[in-house]
């Protein structure tokens, strides 16, 4: 004769936890925290709002913040190609990792020129006499803001 079986209990409904939110963010930083570049690893580091200094918990180097309302550009070191941060207005930045100086120009402090061998859209510092292509190295003169070689001179301003 067969046993009858008592009901199982029906567990408890599981808790659940709200969906996962991310911060708010503000002009590019997290509410009240703002980033940096570390001197020493090159890692990016956040730090609180009102912080003079951060300690890199990967390679434990004191990188100093810059002072509140700072603003900083960006540009690509030239001979590591390693991004480079560095307060807005320098004219030139040298990289920590190779030590190449990299000039730090402006929009407005740059042109464009066709390569006058293979078209190639080469840039160039606003005033510079000629511009050598880095990709079939011909030297493109530049006299007087337009190109000897082509007429596709084009200035940000």
């Known amino acids: 004769?067969?046993?009858?079986?008592?009901?199982?209990?029906?567990?408890?409904?599981?808790v659940m936890a709200p969906?996962?939110?991310?911060?708010?963010?503000?002009?590019?930083?997290?509410s009240g925290?703002?980033?940096?570049?570390?001197?020493?690893?090159?890692?990016?580091?956040?730090?609180?709002?009102?912080?003079?200094s951060v300690c890199c918990a990967v390679?434990?180097?004191?990188?100093?913040?810059?002072?509140p309302g700072t603003e900083m550009a960006q540009l690509v070191c030239g001979g590591c190609h390693t991004l480079l941060m560095y307060i807005?207005?320098?004219?030139?930045?040298?990289?920590s990792c190779c030590h190449t100086v990299n000039l730090a120009l402006e929009a407005n402090q740059v042109a464009h020129v066709n390569c006058g061998n293979c078209r190639m859209?080469?840039?160039?510092?606003?005033?510079?006499?000629?511009?050598?292509?880095?990709?079939?190295n011909f030297v493109t003169s530049v006299?007087?803001?337009?190109s000897s070689t082509t007429p596709d001179v084009k200035f940000n301003n």
Do not use: D
């Open 1 to 14: 004769m067969p046993v009858p079986l008592a009901p199982y209990p029906t567990p408890p409904a599981p």
């Open 19 to 30: 969906p996962y939110a991310p911060p708010p963010t503000h002009g590019g930083s997290t």
């Open 33 to 52: 925290q703002s980033q940096l570049v570390c001197s020493g690893c090159r890692n990016l580091l956040m730090y609180p709002a009102g912080a003079t």
């Open 59 to 67: 390679c434990n180097a004191v990188t100093a913040v810059p002072p």
């Open 88 to 95: 807005r207005g320098a004219t030139s930045v040298q990289c």
């Open 121 to 136: 859209l080469l840039m160039y510092q606003y005033g510079a006499r000629s511009v050598k292509c880095a990709v079939c």
């Open 143 to 146: 006299i007087g803001g337009s």
